[in-house]
């Protein structure tokens, strides 16, 4: 295909994506939220989160290939969105292959993640995974007879020229964070502690009560795990960090928590169901082993010693979406959402459901086709 | 050692620096250019050059090592200008180690290793290597207990304030090159045809002999041989660009031609001496595997093929300093010139010695102790 036509398809492919979004704009679920700015229960009803993971948008982004698998995943987070109507998405890093792509502002990208959500005025928030902010990665054949490709960038439609116009500079965690943050009032995504720094997205959330602004069903803690342009961690300063916090906000430990990051700990590694063993293992894909963190810095222990904290939830392994018991919490990976990304396993998302008095978390997994499965209940 | 006298030290090690810039300030050679801009040989002597190879300033930059091995490089490259007294310098490629310098500008530290040469007056010409834009790799200490170093950058004497100030983002190639040339009249480096971007530094030099400016003695070809933000690799683009250039300004191969590139082509993995064997092999060091390109996309060949092509040389490989036959030129390495980077073989330099009619091209090494080994004719 020339050139000019690859130019004429991804202008259609993109276009597609943002007629995708609006499918459901109709649908769009009312936002709650406390005079404290938290999240807030309706009257009567669960509270459903469904979780996005590894969406990898702007995977391959300089081929034909790449940005039609930006359109399935749209699809993918418009068929959950419709079929379970949840009041809060989470998105559980790996939103974009920063790696795959040549435009300054990755944002762009992150962007287009985020719309499903967006235009059905669901709130949102988000964690970062390794490829969020990884270097770009040249493709070894750009060297040979073929040389680079006609290029054409998004952010201002200027073909290449020897990197004048085009860039391919990752955008920090701090330029994405601020991004969304600033374009989205629908994100209750934050850019975490200064002394956090590298890492960004640190923050804990609050769900109220549908009676009593005060009262928290539950805080939802989002960590940082790293990968790109740092090593694949959860610091010290972190682990302190959810110390000092935990201790202000819930200090008796009366209120469950839950916790978000992507890259699995060394713990998972621990829980995994080896050789067809499962054990009280509860998912419906063990076709891999764990890529955990490459250190544990104490998080995993301040979080076992701690009453309240009920469930881990990560993404990054592709191929596996089990939740197993790790002490006295769950240890769970979402599910593959995106059709960027390696593997071919159907697409899906981890579904959660908070009830408040008496409390329970129940979660499954939805998957593109529609059906249910791997129910589990995480509150026992 | 408390930050502040960290400090006090760095500051300290930085004016060593500069003084010991300055001890050769007496000797400098007067440079003799052509009209045309090229380098010219002076009447009666031979025309010498010294390769400096992985220098690495900026290894360690925030601990008291590194500095200081920054000065004892420095301490190298005076004891060699001092006794062979060049009329040109050739940086092979890690002039810095990009990976360990926290400031948005490394040409600081590039600044700091090009002195020596530019204090005594000797012109110089620089190729990049895969350290030299590297991107900054965080070290795993810092994210425990011990946490990020209170960290001074020299670009701004401003301390670390989450990102804002220090920056850990690299220096392109681009931007190393052009300050490079910006700030020297006796840099001879050129930043190379946008089209072979992302390689820079490829571009040729002419040696013009003392009686006639048009009539060459030799030709100096540079290469970027990648590594860091891209792939190691010379690419189809670079070799069209010399089989172009080459039948440009020698088109009957007359005028002999050698090579500068940083990592070793796969080539010298076949020439490399085994288990004792060094064959026509002239060298003191034998100590590695050859640290080769990733792949091969032509240069070789068109060199092999070149009548007018007497040699390559390349550093990257700190253990190896030898000269080896292959087809009917030659394959060198440099000598390990700076303290940073791997290896804590003695340091020296190759020198390269062309006489002019008749022809010769001599090459051996100066040691930081002074004395001389490997000598070897590599224009019979």
Not at 53 to 66: R, S
Not at 333 to 352: D, E, K, P, Q, V
Request: aromatic share 12%; charged share 20%.
């Amino acid at each position: 295909m020339p050139p000019q036509w690859t130019f004429i398809c991804l202008s259609l492919i993109l276009a597609a994506i943002s007629s995708a979004d609006l499918r459901g704009a109709g649908h769009a679920v009312p936002l709650r939220t406390t005079p404290e700015g938290n999240l807030r229960m309706r009257g009567g009803a669960p509270f459903k989160i469904a979780l996005f993971a590894d969406l990898h948008f702007g995977e391959a982004a300089w081929t034909e290939w790449g940005p039609r698998q930006d359109v399935n995943s749209v699809g993918v987070m418009a068929t959950v969105l419709e079929k379970e109507q949840p009041d809060f998405v989470v998105y559980v890093g790996d939103v974009i292959t920063a790696n795959n792509i040549m435009i300054k502002n990755a944002s762009v990208y992150w962007d287009q993640a985020v719309s499903p959500a967006r235009v059905r005025g669901i709130p949102w928030s988000s964690v970062f995974g390794n490829h969020d902010d990884a270097p770009f990665e040249w493709p070894m054949e750009w060297f040979s007879e073929t040389g680079i490709p006609q290029l054409h960038c998004p952010a201002t439609n200027a073909s290449f020229s020897g990197g004048e116009e085009c860039s391919f500079r990752d955008t920090t965690r701090l330029e994405l964070m601020k991004s969304e943050i600033e374009q989205n009032t629908l994100s209750y995504s934050k850019d975490g502690p200064q002394n956090l720094w590298p890492s960004i997205s640190n923050y804990v959330l609050q769900l109220s009560s549908p009676s009593n602004s005060q009262e928290a069903v539950i805080f939802m803690y989002f960590f940082d795990s790293g990968g790109g342009s740092y090593p694949e961690v959860i610091s010290s300063a972190q682990v302190k960090w959810f110390q000092q916090k935990s201790q202000e906000v819930n200090p008796d430990s009366r209120v469950p928590e839950i916790i978000f990051w992507h890259i699995p700990s060394q713990a998972y590694e621990k829980v995994a169901p080896k050789s067809y063993v499962k054990k009280h293992c509860v998912g419906s894909i063990f076709l891999e082993d764990v890529a955990a963190q490459e250190a544990e810095m104490g998080i995993m222990k301040v979080l076992e010693q701690r009453p309240s904290v009920k469930a881990v939830f990560v993404g990054h392994n592709h191929g596996l979406d089990w939740c197993c018991p790790y002490k006295k919490l769950w240890l769970c990976f979402a599910r593959h959402t995106g059709y960027g990304g390696y593997g071919n396993w159907s697409r899906g998302a981890r579904i959660l459901e908070i009830n408040h008095q008496p409390f329970s978390l129940k979660s499954w997994i939805r998957m593109e086709d529609g059906h249910l499965h791997s129910e589990v209940l995480l509150s026992s």
